[in-house]
């Protein structure tokens, strides 16, 4: 039977969101690992099983694709130290350590976010991209405004500059990309579509749609052949 989350997992998810401390966490440890760690990390397994098909240099061990619950406090002026969700990130191997870009899921007790792009690039990344795009523009934006694609999921902000990334004024054809310090999109749906049976297919349906953007992303990082 495929993978879904259960009515217990979104009860936790709420009660987290009230008490984000330990003193109400530790007592519940065992539902989150039954109710969210253990459908999460065979969610992933069955997402894996599906790249195979059309994005094999995605397939991540599920422990490695899922993220910590736990929050990094040592900078933050926010101690509290849960995530009100659960996640995952499939990176493309050989980019474990600088992420480029992936597939991502998460569920929180009111939404869950299936969204494919690169997310958070390292400034060498961001630099080989927009060069990238220099010559390559338009086909992104065809990529980007495929029918099927659109229906599934929205093109998200990405994050834009005010002013012309240095060394890129001139390149005006390409400026509203070159602007851009992400690019993806996603689709954000109600959190209890997670506990439907047709949960993998909601998920790698639109996995799939993403794949050729999420390889024209990674072309000029990956060190691939077609990255010229």
């Known amino acids: 039977?495929?993978?879904?989350?259960?009515p217990e997992?979104?009860?936790?998810?709420?009660?987290?969101?009230?008490?984000?401390?330990?003193?109400?966490f530790d007592p519940r440890k065992a539902v989150y690992e039954r109710e969210l760690k253990a459908p999460m990390l065979a969610l992933i397994e069955e997402i894996n099983h599906a790249f195979a098909d059309f994005?094999?240099?995605h397939v991540r061990q599920p422990h490695k694709?899922?993220?910590?619950i736990y929050r990094d406090t040592r900078f933050a002026a926010d101690k509290r130290p849960y995530?009100?969700?659960?996640?995952?990130?499939?990176?493309?191997?050989?980019?474990?350590?600088?992420?480029?870009?992936?597939?991502?899921?998460?569920?929180?007790a009111k939404?869950?976010?299936?969204?494919?792009?690169?997310?958070?690039?390292t400034p060498e990344q961001l630099l080989a991209v927009r060069r990238y795009l220099v010559e390559h523009h338009a086909e992104?934006?065809?990529?980007?405004?495929?029918?099927?694609?659109?229906?599934a999921m929205d093109e998200f902000e990405g994050n834009p500059l005010k002013r012309p990334p240095r060394g890129f004024a001139g390149a005006t054809e390409a400026m509203d990309l070159l602007l851009c310090r992400?690019?993806?999109?996603?689709?954000?749906?109600?959190?209890?579509?997670?506990?439907?049976?047709?949960?993998?297919q909601e998920i790698t349906r639109r996995f799939a749609l993403a794949a050729p953007m999420v390889n024209f992303l990674n072309r000029p990082i990956s060190g691939g052949p077609s990255a010229e």
């Open 140 to 151: 992104l934006r065809g990529l980007l405004a495929g029918r099927k694609l659109r229906a």
């Open 55 to 57: 994005a094999p240099e």
């Open 111 to 121: 939404q869950m976010v299936i969204a494919a792009g690169m997310f958070m690039p």
């Open 182 to 200: 992400r690019w993806g999109i996603s689709a954000t749906l109600p959190a209890e579509q997670a506990t439907d049976a047709g949960l993998v």
């Open 9 to 24: 997992t979104l009860k936790f998810l709420r009660g987290l969101a009230r008490n984000n401390d330990r003193a109400w």
């Open 65 to 68: 694709a899922m993220m910590r």
């Open 1 to 6: 039977m495929a993978t879904h989350f259960t």
């Open 83 to 108: 995530k009100l969700h659960v996640a995952a990130w499939w990176v493309r191997t050989g980019l474990e350590k600088t992420s480029g870009a992936g597939y991502y899921f998460s569920l929180s």
